[in-house]
């Protein structure tokens, strides 16, 4: 089984189950016909009795009797009966006799008559005698008209009447279920193969992306809602994410490679320049300042990379817990108020007891990163504020400033990673300061927008769900 087709598999179970429920059918159908049949063949021998009971009449002459009935007369009793010579035939396999009360037969037939001797009469009963494997119903009735006192008819009638119905119904279920079988099956395997075919088309689709390595392609089943097209779809979504997600990889490594790029290249060409020939003191301090001033910047880099990797694909390693933002932000506000940078001054306004359920650590990088990107792009002498406050279910955290500002098309791109706006400031940060904080905003479920004007300053706005 492991070896087969899912296709096959599937015809196989629904064969089983399909001649299972065949063979119950026919089971029931048997059973259920037999009992009508034989409460029919019971029905019938009680109702031909019951016909003819009034067939059989009592007069005291010949003379009195209807001229014009030609019936058959017997003396009984110091009269004549009138026999119906029609009802005592054989009618639908039920034969009628009539008895005497000594269970002296008198007219009719009766096939089983010298085994039913002995068996007593018993008025408007069905009794049964089995007589050489054969069932036979009897039925009694006592006649109870003048002059037909002691007189009895008796029906019998074998269930072999209703065995020749059950024999044809039963041929023709032999002959039309195995036919509906085969067509049921053959029909089950063409609706699964046909059903089967977006599997399959996904299967092919997913090893030729696979041995391709083109993310790009995608799988066409047509158009439709049902599961298989939905799997289609989530397939689709999952190499796009895929696509993305080796796409912003490669973007990664080709920005990560080319901001190591330069300061790799000068301190190697320092370190050249260096021994190439004597220099005096202050050259080779000179170098090593330079060396210095690259190597921290490469290491604030590697720093922030790691982190940036860790935020996007371990963001499980960060606890998160309910955080005062009030304290929070008054502590890193007081922190780098003392900065004091090209003269900038840093003002903030907390609402109380404002907290949200988060991660410390992560939040503290934000608001960092949101100030060091004030204090980077400030004029001299201006300002940042720094403000938090409810806004219905919401907290709104916003830093604003009065520097550079960002052109407009430029705002979209400012969460990219390495992606710096101002290239005269290219040399001061990493790039990756506001795309950290895009992804600590996402982790938190919030939101982070900007609103800027070229001059005037920029405002950066977070909101988190309380």
Known sequence: MKNLSIRVKITLWFTVILVFITFCTYMIVFSVNRQLLQKTIRDELIRTVEDNVDEVEYYRSIGTADPQEVDYYMAFGGGYLEIDDDFLDKVNEVYTSLYNEDAALLYGENPISKHTASLGFADSKIQHITINGTLY???????????????????????NQGMMQMAAITRLLQLFLPFFVVISIIGGYLLARRMLKPIQEISESAARIGSSGDLKKRIEIGGGKDELHQLAAGFNEMFQRLEDAFEAERQ?????????????????????????????????????????????????????????TRLEMRAESYVREMVDMTELVQSVCFDMAMIKEKGISLNYEAGADIKIYGNRQLLNRLLGNLVTNAYRYGRENGFIFVSLKRRGQNVELSVSDNGIGIGEGQQQKIFQRFYQADNSHSGIGTGLGLSMAYEIVQFHGGEIRVESELGRGSTFFVDFKI
Not at 137 to 159: C, N, P, Q, T
Request: negative net charge; aromatic residues 8%; contains cysteine.
């Open 137 to 159: 119903y009897i039925f009694d009735r006592k006649l109870a008209l003048e002059g037909l006192e002691g007189l009895w008819l008796r029906g019998v009638v074998s269930e």
């Open 252 to 308: 990664f490594t080709s920005d990560a490679s080319h901001e190591l790029r330069t300061p790799v290249s000068v301190i190697v060409a320092q370190c050249e320049m260096s021994l190439e020939e004597t220099r005096s003191v202050e050259e080779y301090e000179q170098a090593l300042r330079t060396i210095q001033r690259q190597g921290r910047k490469m290491s604030r880099l590697i720093n922030d990379m790691l982190d940036f």
